[in-house]
Structures are given as C-alpha cells and as structure tokens.
C-alpha cells in the first residue's frame, strides 16, 4: 500500500481519489519523481494532515509495508503556489474579468481543454460555467491538483511541464496559460507544442487577472515561481505566426492581460 502526505487545511480526500482506473487517475511527472521509475502512480490512500506551513508545502510520498512500517521513498518541497488564490478578489470586476477570460476560449459541450497553471477558484468557475467532453489541468502542484480532483472525480489531472503532457488527450480545442510567468521554457517551444496538440482553429487563451502590475508584485514575492514575463502583442505576433497561430485578440490594461490566439494550420 502507497501512502500520499499532503500538509494542508483541505479536507480529507475520499480513498478512491486515486485509483488504478485510468479514467480517474492522477499522472505524476517522472522527471519530478526520478525515483519513482514510473510515469504512472497510484496510491491507494490519500490522507492530509496538519501543519505550519510558510513558504514551502512539504510532501512526503511513501510506501509501507505493514508491520515492517513506512520506508520512504520520495521527500520533496512543493513551491508556495497561494498566490494564485490570492488574485480570486471576491469582486464584481474581477468575476467579470474572469468571465470574460472564460468566454475567450469559445468551449462548447464538445471541446477537450486544458488549463495550465491556474488557481482552483478559476477552475470551479469554469466547471460550473463551461460544460466540456474533455477537462484537463496541467499544474506543477501535487496539493492543488489533490484538492481539484476531490471536488471533480472526472476532471482529469497531470502534475508537470505543459510541454510534456501526454498526447492521449490531443487534438485540444481550448487552451487557458492562466499563469504563463510560471512557465520554464521559452515561447517558441511553447507554441511549437502547442501547435502539434491542438485541433485546426483551436484556441490558446494567455491571461492574468490583475495585469503587469499584479506579476510585478508577485514577481517580487514568489521568484523562484514567477521566472518570466507576460508576453507584448509584437512578441506573440511573431512567435504564433511562426507556429500557425493568429493573434486575434490583445489587451494590455492595468487591471487585466488578456491575448487570444487561434491556429490556423489545415
């Protein structure tokens, strides 16, 4: 029996969060888990327990073989990602912001989407907002996906690089970079994924609800989380139009970043 230790105020997640069901499973990033040798973990028992927790979550993921008692196989620290939550102001501009981020993507009942890197209040918002045959969130963090996949048994989550997100899941339809500035690799290799993994007319929504000024803050507070910048409209223009993407809408306010790519490969 495996055994996953999340520091949180969560509540407890149901033992049958994850499973051999490969419908319902959570896909750890070998690259993180080196030691693990495996693309795919299991646990069979997912348990929270109480901590002080700052800057870093530790997780501690092992593997116990009563009565002998628990070896451990992995122990890692989890970035501080509630900064994220933090940019959820329970306001009337900022729920319109994030409406109109949402309604930039154009999912129907029939899209397959994904989100990267994105707070969990935005992804209840478009659970509750945007029915889809397909939604997938791609997050660094093993706590935030944990207490996703309590709430959404069949929203599917990957823990890892966007660019290495399994092609089982293509062609996408939707794309939301909801944190672009937390993402190690440059633009051109985003897109140049991004281009194999979408469908023909496929849309990539980058945005940031608070605008520049909200990621120079964070920049500030979390740099060992925030390691880019968000992009200007001449930057995306050259880069998408080198992938087959087409920049079709571009807001750079105080307030809100918002820029809507669509490609237009055949």
Not at 114 to 120: A, D, G, T
Not at 130 to 138: D, F
């Amino acid at each position: 029996m495996h055994s996953l230790s999340f520091p949180s105020s969560c509540s407890a997640l149901l033992p049958s969060l994850f499973s051999f069901d490969s419908s319902r499973l959570l896909f750890l990033q070998p690259k993180k888990l080196n030691r693990l040798q495996s693309h795919f973990f299991a646990p069979k028992l997912v348990s929270f327990s109480q901590t002080n927790v700052s800057r870093y979550r530790a997780i501690s993921v092992s593997s116990s073989s009563p009565p002998e008692g628990t070896v451990s196989v992995v122990d890692f620290h989890e970035k501080d990602w509630s900064f994220l939550e933090s940019m959820e102001i329970d306001s009337t501009e900022h729920n319109q912001e994030i409406e109109r981020i949402i309604k930039a993507g154009e999912i129907s009942e029939s899209s397959r989407v994904l989100v990267s890197i994105s707070s969990e209040a935005f992804v209840d918002r478009l659970v509750e907002s945007s029915p889809s045959q397909l939604l997938l969130i791609v997050h660094d963090s093993l706590f935030t996906l944990a207490c996703i996949k309590e709430k959404y048994d069949k929203v599917k989550c990957w823990q890892g690089e966007l660019i290495y997100v399994p092609e089982k899941w293509s062609p996408l339809d939707t794309v939301f970079l909801y944190f672009l500035p937390a993402l190690p690799f440059d633009l051109d290799e985003l897109f140049k994924t991004l281009s194999l993994r979408c469908s023909s007319g496929a849309r990539v929504v980058i945005s940031h609800p608070q605008g520049r000024k909200g990621l120079e803050q964070q920049r500030k507070e979390f740099s060992d989380v925030v390691v880019s910048d968000l992009p200007d409209d001449s930057t995306l223009r050259i880069v998408a139009k080198k992938h087959s993407f087409e920049l079709t809408q571009f807001v750079d306010e105080q307030g809100l970043y918002l820029a809507v790519l669509k490609l237009c490969k055949q």
